[in-house]
């Protein structure tokens, strides 16, 4: 399929409103086209600054603004983290995500970001990050660091977003994304469904992911979990074939793409989940926590991919494998 960026609304909204079956079935005909149809890319999502953000971000239990009873946190020492690091390797975990609860890092923290980025890139585990806005400065050092991944989400349409954050504007959103990709990085950017909003707003967002200038490459799509104390803590449940939906176009219009499953997979069944990815994720969570929000444990997909004959992206090789192997061939 040819890779397109100039998807237009009515296009989009044509694929998501056709018969349910029909856009799963497209949507798995273009994943096996540019993906290994059996294959899942697993990333581990680790908290390195809990809670307190100034943001107003109104589904997130770590913003100060709301009383959802987390318990913040201090940034946690790198030393920890590399151990998280090497867990996550262990596990078969590809990728390895470092969230913290910050509106943009600042200098003094730029030291610490930059140290944990290289000694996780040491493993030879993939890097992500998710620290906030960033400014071509700080997203350059961290490509110079080894950072392989930033992760900044759009989560909903432009049209919706003033519904849920003050904070920031959507046009701030993008401009962190241009400067990610300004440094050389890949960009993972998605949104959240069951925020309240519309099918028209979920069309919406897949339109400005798709038409962006370079499709980001990992693109998960998030299910709202609603948290006690904030906003949205009591907002109706989206039904799971509007997320599915959701997913089968994002799969469609972006289909170089990894689809992932994120917050929310924990209260699906497997069939629900068997059923995302036949619509084209193919990439996951794992672990019990997703920042502060519960999450699948590593045992229970691991379950889940050994019932459904799904295979676990390997790693790549560490630097120092690597040079070991150069070593024997020589």
């Not at 079935?25 to 059996?38: D, E, L, M």
């Not at 590399?82 to 590809?94: C, P």
């Not at 954050?165 to 890949?186: C, H, P, Q, W």
């Not at 219009?253 to 036949?278: C, N, T, V, W």
Request: glycine share 6%.
């Amino acid at each position: 399929m040819e890779l397109r960026h100039d998807w237009t609304r009515a296009e989009i909204q044509n694929l998501y409103q056709q018969p349910f079956l029909d856009l799963v079935f497209q949507a798995q005909q273009i994943h096996r086209q540019n993906f290994n149809a059996n294959q899942i890319q697993v990333s581990i999502l680790l908290s390195i600054k809990t809670g307190k953000c100034p943001e107003d971000c109104k589904y997130c239990s770590q913003s100060a603004r709301y009383d959802s009873k987390l318990e913040a946190e201090k940034r946690i020492a790198v030393e920890k983290v590399i151990s998280e690091a090497k867990e996550a390797l262990a596990s078969g975990s590809s990728r390895f995500c470092m969230g913290a609860a910050w509106r943009n890092p600042h200098e003094r923290d730029m030291p610490y970001v930059l140290e944990m980025v290289r000694e996780v890139k040491a493993l030879g585990l993939e890097t992500c990050m998710t620290l906030g806005m960033l400014n071509q400065s700080q997203a350059e050092r961290l490509k110079d660091a080894g950072l392989d991944y930033y992760n900044h989400n759009l989560d909903t349409s432009r049209e919706y977003y003033s519904n849920i954050i003050s904070t920031r504007t959507f046009d701030d959103r993008l401009n962190t994304l241009e400067y990610v990709r300004g440094a050389g990085m890949k960009v993972c950017s998605g949104g959240i469904v069951g925020l309240g909003e519309d099918t028209a707003d979920r069309i919406g967002l897949l339109l400005e992911l798709a038409t962006l200038p370079i499709h980001p490459e990992s693109v998960p799509i998030n299910m709202l979990v609603p948290i006690e104390g904030t906003p949205l803590a009591d907002v109706e449940k989206l039904d799971v074939t509007e997320w599915i939906r959701t997913i089968a176009v994002a799969r469609i219009i972006m289909p170089k793409s990894y689809i992932r499953l994120s917050a929310g997979r924990e209260s699906l069944s497997d069939s629900d989940q068997a059923l995302a990815f036949m619509a084209g994720a193919n990439s996951i969570f794992s672990g019990e926590k997703l920042l502060t929000t519960p999450n699948v444990a590593q045992g229970k997909d691991q379950q889940l991919f050994q019932k459904l004959g799904l295979t676990v992206e390997k790693p790549k090789p560490s630097i120092a494998e690597l040079t070991l192997d150069a070593m024997s061939v020589a």
